[in-house]
């Protein structure tokens, strides 16, 4: 089978990215597979071991995507990554990996921030919604407190313009797949559990001595994107209001904020809590896991969920690290004995119990974290992942060889119309793409 792989890839910084990596050095072992890249240069092992087609670069190779099999678009809620492909998608159906259910970020950042054109984006939502929720959205937009920003969003998830278009859907939840089955929108959807990551060799060698870490506190470690969703500005809160928790804890924060007006640092020195906690900005995954299998707890909470499946908590998992999440979406679907999970109707209560034993019950912590390991590496493998995404590919597309070469011949002759003088990046496709027609 071939394939067109639309994703971004390393190192562009993004869970996707390096989602796509595992997968498609699994995948390459049964299909051929080629990356569609929107301007973007991956890491060279990557340019090494694929091929990697720069659409964004030479638009007018786009028509060769007739000559596939399945064109497969890993779509996300970041318009920086996905705009791109989106619009590709508009054109050349295919199979969308749905990372996240609510696409109302993407449409706000695709019209907004890519466009500069905010009534593109009113336009989209009155053309998803009509009028009265174009009505509300203008209105939160003048009022400085977007839509996409309160929990009104889960009410508007904005992924009609996705869901049209695709072929079939694969999701990583039964949340989302209820959800899917819901509408009249998705012929077909397949469910396939997020693979789980690789853990570097060399991470697992580091000590807290190496890495600055106190050795006589309970270390809880959080990885990812700072946004108020993360829920660790509730964290704090928690630390910072209850006794045992300010003495014995200590927060190590992994990742960026992608919200400037979310500023942790600030709360957690108005909490005077300088001295328990120590940020560290977006770090290589290397150092990152290095960093968790150092920690006593990880913090994995969402709330509300996007409907997207946390990549992050699949690496804390197979680590064997207890984890605390919010209970809802995905996350409600993992064993009861494999993460400790917060009620957001409760959550500041259940938070300072759910950490102060945490805190205190060392047997507590391998039991959870052993139970999760277990879980993951069996229900999570990369190669069911691959052969369900295979199978899946199969299903809801029709392979007739006779037409799939006089297809060819169509788009080859397009394209070379198209290109005239930069035909020459088309001439090395030519070989491969005939090659694997005649056999």
Not at 366 to 387: C, D, M, N, T, W
Not at 403 to 414: G, I
Request: proline content about 6%.
């Amino acid at each position: 089978m071939k394939i067109a792989w639309f994703s971004p890839l390393p190192p562009l910084k993004s869970g996707i990215s390096e989602y796509s990596e595992l997968i498609l050095y699994h995948l390459k072992n049964y299909a051929d597979v080629d990356l569609w890249v929107d301007g973007f240069s991956p890491h060279p092992h990557i340019c090494r071991d694929f091929r990697v087609i720069n659409y964004a670069q030479e638009r007018k190779v786009i028509p060769l995507l007739k000559t596939y099999h399945a064109i497969v678009y890993n779509m996300g809620n970041n318009a920086e990554f996905h705009s791109g492909m989106f619009e590709v998608l508009q054109e050349y159906p295919g199979i969308v990996i749905l990372h996240d259910y609510i696409l109302h970020h993407f449409f706000a950042g695709y019209w907004i921030n890519k466009k500069g054109n905010p009534e593109g984006y009113l336009q989209e939502v009155r053309r998803q919604y009509g009028t009265t929720v174009e009505g509300l959205a203008r209105k939160s937009l003048l009022q400085g407190k977007p839509l996409w920003e309160t929990e009104e969003v889960q009410r508007y998830p904005l992924n009609k313009t996705i869901l049209e278009k695709a072929m079939g859907i694969i999701v990583h939840s039964e949340f989302v797949k209820a959800l899917l089955e819901g509408t009249s929108m998705v012929r077909k959807i397949q469910k396939l559990n997020h693979p789980y990551f690789p853990i570097p060799a060399s991470s697992l060698g580091r000590s807290r001595e190496d890495l600055r870490l106190p050795k006589d506190k309970i270390v809880f470690a959080s990885l990812g994107f700072l946004a108020p969703v993360k829920r660790l500005d509730k964290v704090l809160q928690v630390v910072a209001s209850d006794d045992f928790l300010r003495k014995n804890a200590f927060l190590v924060v992994i990742g960026e904020s992608v919200y400037p007006d979310y500023q942790l640092d600030k709360i957690a020195k108005n909490l005077c809590l300088t001295e328990q906690v120590r940020f560290l900005g977006y770090l290589p995954i290397e150092e990152a896991y290095a960093y968790l299998n150092c920690a006593d707890v990880c913090l994995n909470l969402r709330y509300p969920t996007m409907g997207e499946t946390s990549g992050s908590l699949i690496r804390i998992m197979s680590l064997g690290k207890p984890a605390v999440v919010s209970k809802g979406g995905w996350y409600a679907e993992l064993p009861d004995d494999c993460v400790v999970k917060i009620n957001p109707g409760n959550e500041a209560e259940e938070l300072a119990f759910w950490l102060r034993l945490l805190a205190s019950d060392a047997g507590f912590r391998r039991q959870i974290g052993e139970a999760a390991r277990k879980y993951v590496l069996k229900e999570h493998s990369p190669e069911a992942f691959v052969k369900g995404l295979l199978n899946f590919a199969r299903s809801v597309t029709t392979i007739d060889p006779e037409k799939m070469y006089m297809r060819l011949l169509d788009v080859v002759t397009d394209v070379m119309v198209e290109l005239g003088r930069g035909a020459e990046l088309l001439f090395p496709l030519l070989p491969d793409h005939l090659i694997w027609m005649r056999t």
